[in-house]
């Protein structure tokens, strides 16, 4: 089942911060982010894993909540390059991956 | 390195013909998978491979589709015959088997079928 990302969209200044919500109806065992702009492919950004370990790059940070089977994305102080479509990955165990339907976020100068 | 790599980038063809989409993952990535991006559906997986082996085809639509694996350097997703529902676009991403490794996307494929 599809994981619901909110907000679906979001306008932002330059260096302003932003939150993405990701939940999932399933036990989540693992919870990928990807960014993606436009007309390019997703690029990852970050795994959460269940227990808590955390592997990613960047100056971006997320959180994963097991119990509560939601994760959040957090972009601190953005940049021009934050913008584009980020997605959450959910994931039961397997490699399969589902994807939320994107949250746009657009950063102004 | 070279990243996975796709072709052609750009289809247009018309409906009832068939079209085969290409892809080579990641040297040394034993899975691969198939994605299919529209603006209703989102980014939908449609199959993927472990070890040139189909694990999962759940999300493949219908018996039009088929997709192979002959070796782990190259892969093949067919429509045949084409609608235009299968207007879209199409990535294939590759990584090492596990499900806590990030999986590196190709260009993709946009499909128009007329």
């Known amino acids: 089942q599809q994981p619901v990302q909110s907000p679906q969209a979001v306008i932002l200044r330059e260096g302003e911060d932003a939150v993405i919500n990701c939940s999932s109806s399933?036990?989540?065992?693992?919870v990928h982010w990807y960014r993606q702009k436009h007309g390019e492919a997703p690029v990852f950004l970050m795994i959460l894993l269940k227990g808590g370990e955390q592997k990613g790059h960047e100056k971006i940070s997320a959180s994963f909540n097991e119990k509560k089977q939601q994760s959040s994305l957090y972009l601190t102080a953005s940049q021009l390059s934050y913008s584009g479509t980020y997605f959450c990955g959910t994931g039961g165990g397997a490699q399969k991956l589902v994807f939320g339907q994107g949250t746009r976020l657009t950063i102004n100068p | 390195d070279a990243g996975v790599i796709q072709s052609p980038r750009h289809e247009v063809t018309e409906m009832g013909q068939e079209v085969t989409l290409r892809c080579k993952p990641i040297s040394g990535h034993n899975s691969l998978f198939w994605y299919r991006q529209t603006m209703m559906r989102g980014l939908e997986l449609l199959i993927y491979?472990?070890?040139?082996?189909?694990?999962?085809d759940s999300g493949m639509p219908e018996d039009r589709f088929s997709a192979k694996m002959p070796n782990a350097s190259f892969s093949t997703l067919k429509i045949q015959p084409s609608e235009p529902r299968d207007s879209a676009v199409y990535f294939c991403?590759?990584?090492?088997?596990?499900?806590?490794?990030?999986?590196?996307f190709g260009p993709g494929t946009r499909l128009t079928v007329l």
């Open positions: 991403a590759s990584s090492f088997s596990s499900s806590y490794n990030e999986q590196f």
């Open positions: 399933k036990a989540l065992y693992s």
């Open positions: 491979f472990n070890n040139n082996v189909p694990i999962d």
